[in-house]
């Protein structure tokens, strides 16, 4: 049952997950006024928004784990303080350098908060009551990260660029003191830690975002991308084969043994992949190509967002009547079909057409990532073991992360190829390869589960008893 102590937890939860999901991309409308006001080079613009990415994507692992040593009620108000300090200190923030610095606290805080409030959500309900309670966790997450350009634009619209900053500062204050009165502590298996092996992983990672993220910006072929892509493959080679001779690993690689959680894991990499291009490329279209602002192009986009906080909670009861791997193929199905319909609309209209013609493209899309979020994170959490929920958890945020760095940059390069863009019709030109590869990216995430599905009703068909 939704208990008072379960209501609360998710209360506290979600809050707090929606703060973390908002600054991935709220500052992005506020570069622009950020970049006056310090006199910014176009580097440091980008190491505002990247500070964080990196930091988030870098721990998201090691903080899921040290929560199950240290204690999960513990860690998650570790980050929340943190996040909440990171907060203050951006809107305190008086050069480039500094502003940097506060992004990477706010993503060490956020690192935290996002994989434990999951385990936190995972371990407080039942099973029957699981599927519900994570449909309203992956809303509030997916909510969070398809609102930051509204709610950045709401903001810059009348105010100073530092309140971006400063209204997660009474939020974060609030989640604390909650916290600290509602959330039981609770601690999973205790494991050694092996700085060795943290360090490897964090710099393999970091290697890995960094590259991609610097690709389209110096060139994929370039020394840098080149040395930062290789380096972070082979720390995380060296990261799996110091870990795999420990007693006690940090992280349980028998868990890829599962055929149903290599494919969910793989399966989000691929939709964060192809939705988060989609997104970026969209809101540049709405704002370069037709000409809207940030704020009335984060309007229009809530035509998008509130598709998927409506579905979202109610993929949860989808789930129990209809099973994991069906809903998250009708998402996946729904983004991949809304997205290709964006392009050939494109392809049709060109540039220049009503709202009204998207709007239907929109809604959609949103209703697939609403019916997508929570099945994916049902789905990797019932296919291992309650007590590797923790890691589990951290490894599907951080590789959901990594495929979302990795989409903005297959997007943006496919984007900028060919000729030069001088004109809105170029735009439009340039924008739909871009749009069908992330269609075809979040297919490849369709098609895995679609794989599996078909490979276990054959075994099950094979298992079943003849009937005389």
């Known amino acids: 049952m939704f208990t008072a102590s379960r209501v609360k937890l998710l209360v506290v939860t979600c809050v707090t997950l929606f703060m973390a999901m908002l600054d991935n991309l709220v500052i992005g409308v506020a570069l622009p006024s950020i970049q006056q006001s310090f006199h910014a080079s176009i580097s440091d613009m980008e190491w505002f928004m990247n500070a964080y990415t990196l ?61 434990i409030s999951l385990t936190l959500v995972n371990s407080a309900f039942p099973a029957d009551k699981r599927a519900a309670a994570l449909g309203i966790w992956s809303g509030i997450s997916g909510l969070g990260l398809s609102v930051g350009p509204l709610v950045g634009g709401l903001i810059i619209n009348g105010a100073p660029w530092q309140l971006i900053f400063w209204v997660n500062v009474p939020i974060g204050i609030l989640a604390f003191l909650l916290g600290m009165k509602w959330l039981p502590e609770a601690r999973g298996v205790k494991k050694p830690i092996h700085p060795l ?91 370069q190509a037709q000409g809207y602002t940030a704020l009335e192009a984060g309007v229009r986009e809530m035509a998008w967002t509130g598709c998927t906080m409506i579905a979202a909670p109610l993929a949860g009861l989808a789930v129990g009547k209809f099973g994991t791997r069906a809903v998250l193929m009708t998402g996946l199905a729904l983004q991949s079909i809304a997205l290709v319909g964006f392009g050939v609309l494109i392809l049709h209209f060109g540039v220049d057409f009503p709202f009204g013609y998207m709007a239907p493209f929109m809604m959609l899309a949103g209703t697939g990532m609403g019916l997508s979020f929570t099945p994916l994170s049902h789905g990797i959490l019932s296919s291992v073991p309650e007590s590797a929920s923790a890691e589990a958890s951290g490894i599907s945020n951080a590789t959901r992360e990594l495929g979302g760095v990795f989409g903005i940059a297959i997007g943006g390069l496919i984007f900028q190829s060919g000729s030069a863009i001088q004109s809105k019709a170029d735009f439009g030109t340039h924008v739909i390869p871009a749009l069908f590869t992330s269609a075809v990216m979040i297919a490849l995430g369709l098609i895995s589960i679609l794989t599996v599905s078909i490979w276990v009703s054959s075994r099950q068909a094979k298992a079943a008893p003849e009937v005389a």
């Open 197 to 287: 092996g943290i360090l490897l992983l964090g710099s393999g990672l970091f290697g890995i975002v960094f590259g991609l993220e610097r690709g389209n910006t110096d060139g994929w072929g370039s020394a840098l991308v080149l040395s930062l892509l290789a380096g972070g493959l082979l720390l995380l080679l060296f990261f799996y084969l110091w870990e795999r001779s420990r007693q006690h690993p940090f992280i349980r690689f028998d868990l890829f043994r599962s055929g149903q959680y290599s494919t969910f894991v793989f399966t989000g990499f691929w939709m964060n992949a192809g939705i988060f291009s989609a997104i970026f490329l969209l809101t540049l279209f709405l704002q």
């Open 55 to 115: 930091a988030f994507a870098v721990l998201l692992i090691p903080f899921s784990v040290l929560g199950e040593r240290f204690g999960r009620k513990r860690m998650f108000l570790t980050g929340i303080v943190l996040f909440t300090l990171g907060s203050a200190l951006s809107g305190l923030s008086d050069s480039s350098i500094a502003l940097i610095l506060s992004r990477a606290l706010q993503g060490i805080g956020g690192a935290a908060i996002v994989p």
